[in-house]
């Protein structure tokens, strides 16, 4: 419970100090899943700012005093002043906080690499796919054509014509595990 207060206590003062425009955060969704998070997101970050605003000061100190002439028992509001003099409330540790930021640094950092790593490979496999897309054949596709898009083809099949290889690159019922039949 102290964490939390101590991560609402941060947030607040952090969120304080900034403005978010969720109109442009939004802008930048496209899913409805993603739209919907956002709205999470907006809601419990009002509900933050509403707590911080609640509670930025520190409540009024009790006025026992007044009790006890309010109250005929005095001796349990003097119960009630003692115990709550003794009630101690954790406090915030600068070490808390600097781990905190390494841990966000270090995610920070690992989201980094993997935002960089993804848009490499997204890179990569568009160049995949437009050369793809202009190696592809269809049924006007002429021979001049193939042997544009695959140079090295053409000079295997006249290699292959020169040395009179003419069934090279054709399988047999043999190599493909069909049956041998002999005469």
């Known amino acids: 419970m102290a964490m939390n207060a101590m991560r609402r206590s941060v947030f607040g003062r952090v969120a304080a100090q900034r403005s978010i425009d969720w109109a442009a955060v939004g802008a930048k969704l496209s899913s409805d899943g993603a739209k919907s998070e956002l709205g999470r997101l907006r809601a419990a970050y009002g509900e933050i700012q509403g707590l911080s605003n609640t509670y930025s000061t520190p409540p009024p100190p009790i006025d026992f005093d007044h009790y006890k002439s309010k109250i ?23 070490d808390e906080l600097a781990e905190i930021k390494s841990q966000y640094d270090e995610l920070f950092e690992q989201a980094e690499t993997s935002v960089s790593e993804s848009q490499a490979r997204i890179e990569a496999l568009t160049q995949m796919v437009e050369q793809m897309e202009a190696k592809k054949t269809g049924p006007g596709t002429s021979l001049e054509d193939i042997y544009a898009m695959y140079p090295e083809l053409e000079a295997e099949i006249d290699e292959e014509i020169a040395n009179h290889e003419w069934g090279k690159d054709i399988n047999d019922d043999a190599e493909i595990g069909g049956p041998k039949f002999e005469h």
């Open 72 to 94: 005929s028992d005095s001796e349990v509001v003097a119960k009630f002043e003692a115990e709550y003099k003794n009630v101690a409330y954790p406090q915030c540790v600068v």
